[in-house]
């Protein structure tokens, strides 16, 4: 894999990470529906401005969203902007914040399903097997003995918040080529305008400005950020390896979940450990290279001249640096070599 999408994804899965317990925290003063709202309001209007600062030059280097794209970022903000985040805020008050932030490894999990079952990405023996080993170490991580049914219901909830988040992961990368900034910013500001319009109708009070402060400043940087990382690492390596790397973040959640609320771990705690430790490797070491045909076509996106890229320029119009977004032909050819799911290589696997 290469190594850049691997990092960008990696600091996308610390951000997030990081949320769960700072979350967890700030929902002491911040109702769970208003929480989802400044989330999702600090990641729209932090990137704003970063859009601001970063000028007009970077922006052109980068495909803008058109009407065909809208359908898919829609869905993507209703499951992954509105219902994810409310969830997850309503789980994680009878949720231990270490136990949520490892169940968050299941996103991982159900972005490999939904892409496999409905989008027919490909994906070997290698991470089904690391499918199952998460699944197993999730359903560990949500077994409560205690309870009359076995399984804690806020850990219930955090696995429901990840399979809509993989809902929300599978429709965004069918966008994934567009420009992320543009993407997360009408998401985070269409999904935080809803859930704060939602609150009001429901009644809910509102913290004081600095706790909706700091709320939204995690937002610019767990769902803001973070998201937009996510896309760009999307763009090479396709939903299921991208959440592979994803998977790190929980364990980034646990740490800092033991350092703020001094909370003790139990044995099935310690035990789900190695098994979701072994199935995010595996996920990571998975390798995929055959013979594959690339038919004509006409799309748009970031990129420089490169193998998959020949179309002729003439020279005084490529920027510096070489990165570019236009409308381009791709050559019908017939290769071999080592490579992802990403969006020159989504072509249909007969096995």
């Known amino acids: 894999m290469n190594l850049i999408p691997i990092l960008q994804a990696m600091l996308a899965a610390a951000l997030f990470g990081a949320s769960v317990p700072i979350s967890k925290l700030l929902l002491g003063e911040i109702d769970p529906i208003p929480m989802a709202s400044f989330l999702y309001l600090g990641s729209g209007i932090g990137l704003f401005f970063f859009r601001f600062f970063q000028g007009k030059k970077h922006y052109s280097n980068e495909a803008k969203v058109t009407k065909c794209d809208v359908p898919w970022i ?3 903000i209703l499951a992954g902007g509105i219902l994810a985040p409310i969830v997850l805020m309503f789980s994680l008050k009878n949720t231990p914040a270490s136990t949520a932030s490892l169940l968050l490894n299941f996103e991982g999990v159900a972005t490999t399903v939904i892409a496999v079952v409905a989008f027919k ?17 999730s359903i560990l991580l949500s077994w409560d003995s205690l309870g009359q049914w076995g399984l804690s219901i806020g850990a219930v909830g955090v696995i429901s918040a990840c399979v809509l988040w993989g809902i929300d ?14 993407i997360v910013m009408i998401k985070g500001l269409s999904a935080g305008t809803f859930s704060l319009i939602l609150s009001l109708v429901l009644g809910y009070s509102f913290p ?3 706790f909706a402060l700091r709320a939204m400043i995690l937002g610019c ?33 646990t740490i800092l979940s ?8 139990n044995s099935l705690f310690f035990l ?3 098994i979701m430790i072994i199935g995010t490797v595996l ?3 998975e390798e995929h290279g055959h013979l594959h045909e690339h038919k004509p076509l006409v799309h748009e996106h970031r990129h420089s001249h490169d193998s998959h890229h020949t179309h002729p320029h003439p020279k005084e119009e490529l920027p510096k640096g070489g990165f570019h977004s236009h409308e381009h032909g791709q050559e019908p050819i017939v290769h071999e070599h080592p490579h992802t799911p990403d969006i020159h290589h989504r072509h249909v696997h007969q096995n």
């Open 74 to 76: 829609i869905g993507a």
């Open 208 to 210: 004081s400005i600095g």
């Open 121 to 137: 990405e490909a994906v070997g023996e290698r991470i089904w097997s690391a499918v199952i080993l998460i699944t197993m170490a």
């Open 283 to 285: 996920l990571l070491k």
């Open 169 to 182: 992961n599978n429709f965004i990368r069918h966008v994934s080529a567009k420009d992320p900034l543009s």
């Open 221 to 253: 940087f767990s769902y803001g950020l973070s998201i937009v990382l996510f896309i760009r690492a999307m763009r090479e390596l396709g939903s299921t390896r991208t959440s592979a790397l994803f998977g790190t973040a929980p364990f980034v959640g």
């Open 272 to 274: 789900s450990i190695p």
């Open 258 to 265: 033991v350092i703020i609320f001094k909370e003790s771990l």
